[in-house]
């Protein structure tokens, strides 16, 4: 069936750091990607979606990119902030709706 | 403005109890869904519903039971309750059955003693 995995957590970076949080997936089809994030005590907030290859999901200085031909979705920011601190969740969404997770990566910035 | 609002935030109670969570979306959507997150961070999908019909019912046992009175809402129901059903239950909504980002509520965090 469909999957996910991501890097292996926790990962602690300074401020101002550049953050890679690599994603693989295994889908039959074209799925849709997506990046997650889960704040302390709150729920999972969309981070950005990419809807075919080559496409490029950006908000909030994070950015990735489909790659079909390497089954990736590694997320990227080129200067993380204390307040990026949180798991993220790269996740696949094809056919009838259901969002198939990754395991999450618990991300902290030290000041 | 609450999107997608789930009651109550915590709820702690004995094991063999029976239970209920609630969920209601302002958003307009017409799909709702229910996901279980572990200890270790792992979500997955449980149930999801369409203009009130279940559409997706992952390997869940039966003592699980959602309820969509209307597309606004979908509780979910818990018989018997087991100690390995401690985790936090996620809702979330979406517009329709495409490739629609969901969004979810903040969580009710389940703890059986």
């Known amino acids: 069936g469909d999957s996910v995995t991501q890097m292996e957590g926790p990962v602690t970076l300074s401020e101002e750091a550049f953050l890679t949080i690599n994603c693989t997936y295994t889908a039959t089809g074209y799925p849709s990607l997506f990046w997650y994030v889960q704040y302390p005590g709150e729920g999972l907030q969309l981070l950005l979606k990419?809807?075919?290859?080559?496409d490029k999901g950006s908000n909030k200085g994070f950015e990735a990119t489909y790659r079909k031909e390497t089954t990736s979705f590694h997320l990227e920011k080129g200067s993380v902030q204390v307040s990026d601190s949180a798991v993220y969740f790269c996740?696949?969404?094809?056919?009838?709706?259901?969002?198939?997770f990754g395991q999450g990566t618990r991300l902290t910035i030290n000041p | 403005d609450t999107a997608v609002s789930q009651t109550p935030k915590y709820l702690v109670t004995q094991m063999g109890n029976d239970k209920s969570i609630k969920c209601e979306q302002n958003l307009g959507h017409d799909t709702m869904y229910w996901y279980k997150q572990d200890s270790k961070k792992f979500l997955k999908i449980m149930f999801s519903?369409?203009?009130?019909?279940?559409?997706i019912n992952e390997t869940v046992p039966n003592r699980f039971s959602p309820k969509s009175p209307d597309k606004a809402h979908l509780n979910l129901h818990i018989n018997s309750l087991e100690l390995g059903d401690s985790a936090v239950y996620f809702c979330?909504?979406?517009?329709?059955?495409?490739?629609?980002?969901?969004?979810f509520g903040d969580g009710t965090r389940l703890s059986i003693l």
């Open positions: 990419a809807t075919k290859a080559d």
């Open positions: 979330a909504s979406s517009r329709g059955t495409g490739n629609q980002p969901q969004h």
């Open positions: 519903y369409n203009n009130k019909e279940l559409i």
């Open positions: 996740a696949l969404l094809q056919g009838a709706q259901k969002l198939v």
